[in-house]
């Protein structure tokens, strides 16, 4: 399992280590990943490593169910009853791969296999990355990958097999401040097992175009994407999708950083019909403004929206609906790698032909996090209110107005003899204005790598 490296939804960034930029810095556009970065940043030599690992898992849902209540064959009436549904897992690990960089950082070859064999899930997975570059600005990139899973948790019975390929092409123009990229893509999904009828077989072939400036105080992107999907099982699923997307980065006087995100998606089915959940408009934009009092705090005041609105919407299935959310944030770094930061939101949800799904929520987010030494940890509790507008929870079938109490926990510590434990822990309560919502869930994953050969 990859550590989790938690990240706000407006951007807030990995909590290891600083998260803003003196002035003559700039991170990368976000918006969609570019190889040349990756390129640029990895060591000119070649390396590969053999991992052996063990890894545990625990989960448990709690949750309200009524069953029938009878009194002498007479029905009595429905009584709750708190059902809980644990499950452990226990799961060996095998991962190996090979990198070699040229020594001009304009060549890379990659490959790595991922295995696990566990009590109620078995995964094999392969990936490669070729990449390339000439001195006059052009770069290649081919990356293919697939993946198989069985899944037996929770009494399913599934089985799946992805496989993906990506190509591109980068042309970085003589001023070295711009570029043009072309990406391919292609994957496939195969699913089968009596809990699959819920994950239709998938082909999709997809291009996107993009369009990147990065200057010494600025950067932005332009880019389209147009993906056709094809749903072996289900040709009512079948549809063709355009993204438009953007992004801006920039400095300001003073140090600081400023960015606006957008994005459009328009999904089309492939064939007409009364409803459908594949023919829509879904906008989205986000910006956020850092603020650097201080050497080592920052202020961050962020916003984003998003909205998704149906040609034929039904109030039962798919119904038009928007979401906004608003943030502040103050974050505090420390020396040896402590961070603070202190976060409040508040989020809004809209649907007019669909009110009792229409909410406000606050919420309170404490984030403690270190780095050093080879080390890191994250402690991250969570307090929020979620009302929503019509219902209190009388309304069958209606959800009502709840506290919720969130926890998350990361821990990566190397240890002696070339091994090195992982650990990730969230839970989380509500509290609703309706008993019979209660719920509360936990998951706890712990995970022991040595690292046989090579180096971390």
Do not use: K
Not at 380 to 397: M, Q, V
């Amino acid at each position: 399992m990859a550590l989790l490296i938690f990240c706000s939804t407006l951007g807030s960034g990995s909590p290891a280590g600083p998260r803003w930029v003196a002035a003559q810095e700039l991170p990368p556009p976000t918006l969609a990943t570019s190889f040349a970065t990756s390129l640029d940043s990895v060591p000119r030599s070649a390396a590969w490593f053999l991992e052996l690992g063990q890894r545990s898992d625990l989960t448990n849902e709690q949750f309200i169910e009524f069953e029938d209540l009878f009194i002498d064959s007479t029905f009595a009436g429905d009584r709750p009853r708190l059902v809980s549904d644990p499950e452990g897992r226990i799961a060996g690990l095998l991962s190996a791969g090979w990198s070699h960089a040229g020594i001009d950082r304009g060549d890379r070859r990659r490959f790595r296999a991922d295995f696990e064999w566990g009590t109620q899930v078995q995964r094999s997975a392969l990936e490669a990355e070729w990449a390339a570059a000439t001195a006059s600005g052009w770069r290649w990139l081919l990356a293919p990958r697939t993946e198989y899973r069985e899944d037996r948790t929770f009494d399913r019975d599934q089985r799946e097999w992805r496989g993906a390929a990506t190509a591109a092409v980068r042309r970085d123009l003589d001023d070295g401040m711009n570029s043009f990229e072309l990406r391919l893509r292609g994957d496939g999904l195969r699913a089968s097992g009596t809990s699959s009828t819920s994950l239709l077989d998938r082909n999709t072939a997809g291009a996107t175009l993009a369009f990147d400036h990065s200057g010494l105080l600025s950067d932005a992107r332009l880019a389209y994407s147009l993906a056709a999907r094809a749903f072996p099982d289900s040709a009512s699923r079948d549809h063709v999708e355009h993204v438009g997307e953007a992004s801006v980065r920039a400095i300001l006087e003073g140090g600081q950083l400023f960015t606006f995100e957008t994005r459009v998606v328009r999904r089309a089915a492939r064939r007409e019909q009364r409803i459908s959940r594949d023919d829509f408009w879904q906008p989205e934009a986000s910006t956020e403004l850092a603020i650097h009092p201080g050497a080592t705090t920052r202020v961050r005041l962020a916003a984003e929206g998003e909205g998704i609105a149906y040609d034929r919407p039904d109030s039962a299935l798919y119904f038009d609906s928007q979401r906004f959310r608003g943030v502040a944030a103050a974050e505090w770094e420390r020396a040896g790698g402590l961070r603070l930061e202190l976060e409040a939101a508040h989020e809004w949800a809209f649907a007019p032909a669909a009110p009792a799904e229409e909410y406000g929520e606050w919420s309170s987010t404490l984030r403690l996090g270190r780095l050093g030494a080879g080390a890191w940890w994250s402690l991250e509790p969570r307090i929020g209110w979620r009302s929503y507008a019509t219902s209190n929870g009388i309304e069958s079938g209606a959800p009502s107005s709840f506290v919720f109490y969130e926890g998350l926990v990361q821990l990566e510590q190397p240890l002696p003899a070339g091994l090195l434990a992982r650990v990730t822990a969230t839970a989380r309560s509500e509290e609703h204005d309706d008993a019979s919502q209660d719920a509360r869930s936990f998951w706890l994953t712990a995970e022991l790598r040595w690292r046989v050969a090579g180096s971390r």
